[in-house]
């Protein structure tokens, strides 16, 4: 059974770093680009960032390029989210997925991790 | 950017009635739309891609159409757990996996 399971949010203040962590079990790692998804209270789904397999290739939304620097560990099966100069508008529940087999949607995702910033 | 919309926002509707979602892309993304469904409090969970795939375990009530600009994610004959939030999402090209806004089904 695929599981991801990511950790790391919190309460930040205006500015500040936070780093989520997604583990993940089940899975060949390192086959799969892997990404982060977020959704502010009581709002859609955002796209944050994608990674591919080897971790070679990065892609950010236009909201966090520049503060958000995503990447893996795949001999630790883990994916990171390092968020820096964080804004309110940060605030939401952060999802990592995991790419399908058929590469055309996500087919796994956590269970998010809240990331509350405000002073 | 290509910008994806989805229509109507929200959906009145009683169980047992069918119920279209529409999700228009600015650009032409060939088949690479994928289809969701979010309850509240939960991830989001994988009902469609391709535009037309099923995914493994979803029921067949769900259906999914369209080509280029133009997608419709169909449920033939909604079900008391069908009562969610759907999102279409364009998955043709890593550096934009952009969502739609979502369409809210209701109990009617």
């Known amino acids: ?119 | 950017d290509i910008q994806m919309t989805q229509s109507p926002s929200t959906l009145s509707a009683s169980v047992g009635d069918r119920v279209t979602i529409t999700c228009r892309a600015s650009q032409s993304i060939s088949h690479w739309l994928a289809w969701y469904q979010q309850t509240p409090g939960k991830a989001p969970k994988l009902l469609i891609y391709k535009a037309s795939t099923l995914e493994s375990g979803v029921p067949s009530r769900f259906s999914g159409s369209g080509s280029g600009t133009e997608f419709t994610l169909t449920i033939s004959s909604l079900q008391p757990d069908d009562f969610a939030t759907y999102y279409c999402q364009k998955y043709n090209n890593y550096s934009s996996l952009i969502f739609g806004g979502g369409t809210k089904v209701e109990i009617k």
């Not at chain 1, 991801?4 to 390192?30: D, I």
């Open chain 1, 1 to 119: 059974e695929v599981q991801l399971v990511e950790s790391g949010g919190g309460l930040v203040q205006p500015g500040g770093s936070l780093r989520l962590s997604c583990a993940t079990s089940g899975v060949t790692f390192s086959v799969y680009a892997m990404s982060w998804v977020r959704q502010a209270p009581g709002q859609g789904l955002e796209w944050v960032s994608t990674i591919s397999g080897s971790g070679g290739f990065t892609y950010y939304a236009d909201s966090v390029k520049g503060r958000f620097t995503i990447s893996r560990d795949n001999s630790k099966n883990t994916l990171y989210l390092q968020m820096n100069s964080l804004r309110a508008e940060d605030t939401a529940v952060y999802y990592c997925a995991k790419d399908g087999k058929a590469v055309a949607g996500f087919e796994h995702w956590g269970q998010g991790t809240l990331v509350t910033v405000s002073s």
